[in-house]
């Protein structure tokens, strides 16, 4: 019952940020010195809501950073530019291999949701993408010890019918028995649960965007900015382009 009274609360109140998510939309596979692009989207996908960098929802989400680990570990900081309803980053891989794209965002104001039965709780968000050049594949980076994340473990590149193997973490252990969605256009939605080793697999069944979510609450109060929070709600995110 309360996640029936939660999906219409999020669906009710346009200003909350709460239902959508952000993501980082970019190609799977790029080419050497090659520029390649990299979007920051905020909304929720299976819907088609697209959130206007502009508006009331994305600007309360806009204190994020995004960084690329290179193959060889190397972490730099992506610059991005607002556009219409994403931020747009470039960056040229110079060397073959797995690269990780993570974006961080722990500076959101506090919500109260006890008319909706959910709680007072901070909201947390953390997304990932990988870019594979070459042909040498490695999982993607744990990039989020404070909090949630999805590392992909596919060792074969992304296209229609691939088996992707991915493992959600907190706080860098496991995350046992945990719901993981898989959001495609349309409305489509699947919901899996991760094993004993925080671990889930699945065939990408069409060739299209796959946008992936996974959310726990940390039920350990706090205060930020001056509010008292009952928890905090983490929320990782994963996109595969095949």
Not at 26 to 55: D, M, P, W
Not at 67 to 83: A, C, V
Not at 114 to 137: C, L, N, S
Not at 185 to 192: A, C, G, V
């Amino acid at each position: 019952m309360k996640k029936v009274l939660l999906f219409i609360a999020l669906f009710t109140i346009t200003t909350s940020t709460f239902a959508h998510y952000l993501w980082i939309e970019t190609a799977a596979t790029g080419s050497l010195n090659t520029k390649h692009e990299v979007k920051i989207r905020f909304g929720e996908y299976t819907h088609g809501v697209i959130e206007k960098v502009s508006g009331d929802a994305f600007q309360g989400v806009s204190d994020f950073k995004v960084w690329l680990i290179s193959p060889n570990g190397t972490k730099t900081s992506l610059t991005l530019t607002p556009k219409n309803d994403f931020y747009l980053g470039y960056f040229i891989p110079t060397e073959n291999g797995t690269y990780t794209i993570a974006l961080d965002n722990k500076n959101m104001d506090v919500l109260d949701f006890t008319k909706y039965d959910f709680g007072i709780f901070k909201p947390e968000y953390h997304a990932k993408a990988k870019v594979q050049i070459g042909t040498e594949i490695t999982a993607t980076i744990s990039t989020n010890k404070e909090g949630i994340e999805i590392i992909d473990l596919s060792k074969i590149a992304f296209n229609a019918d691939t088996e992707v193997i991915l493992k959600v973490l907190f706080k860098g252990s496991p995350l046992q028995k945990n719901e993981i969605k898989v959001f495609i256009s349309d409305l489509w939605s699947k919901t899996l649960t991760t094993d004993e080793n925080g671990i889930v697999s699945f065939k990408l069944p069409w060739k299209t965007t796959y946008t992936l979510e996974a959310t726990y609450n940390e039920k350990t109060p706090g205060k930020y900015n001056g509010t008292e929070y009952e928890f905090i709600w983490h929320c990782a995110t994963y996109c595969i382009i095949n």
